[in-house]
């Protein structure tokens, strides 16, 4: 136990400290908007992708596990954050502006989601969560 305490008092701890909960409390999205959050808990991003597909029968679009997790109480409306709600917009917008110049093609969800989500630091998508390494792949053609 002294062990412990001794290396929580050491610099190195505390330097490591400093810099996680920094990084934890960035603003992305610039003053004001707020750290990144979620709501799905402890249940990672690909177990509620499983229990939303298990509820459903077919698996949900990116965009519906987005609003599921980003959303007070899953409820769809009430967003965590205004980051979270951003994004959303950003992406109705451009699924709309596609469906719009090109009526007579589905739109891929995927693609337009990895396509407003950015670059992807570290091979991360933004708001997908665990389930964003699993689009790894697919998301080096857009970042």
Excluded at 17 to 46: C, D, I, L, M, Y
Excluded at 94 to 111: F, G, N, S, W
Excluded at 120 to 138: F, Q
Aim: aromatic share 8%; glycine share 10%; net charge negative.
């Amino acid at each position: 136990m002294e062990k412990i305490l001794e290396y929580w008092e050491s610099e190195d701890f505390l330097a490591r400290s400093r810099q996680a909960s920094t990084n934890r409390n960035t603003e992305v999205e610039g003053p004001g908007t707020g750290p990144s959050k979620h709501g799905g808990g402890s249940v990672s991003f690909v177990t509620t992708n499983e229990r939303l597909t298990d509820s459903s029968e077919t698996p949900p679009t990116v965009n519906e596990l987005y609003l599921h997790l980003h959303t007070v109480n899953h409820d769809g409306m009430t967003f965590i954050d205004t980051r979270s709600e951003g994004f959303y917009d950003r992406l109705q917008r451009r699924r709309l502006e596609l469906t719009q110049a090109t009526p007579d093609q589905p739109v891929d969800d995927e693609a337009v989601y990895l396509n407003v989500a950015g670059e992807c630091p570290k091979g991360r998508v933004y708001g997908l969560g665990s389930l964003g390494r699993k689009k790894r792949r697919y998301a080096r053609s857009w970042c």
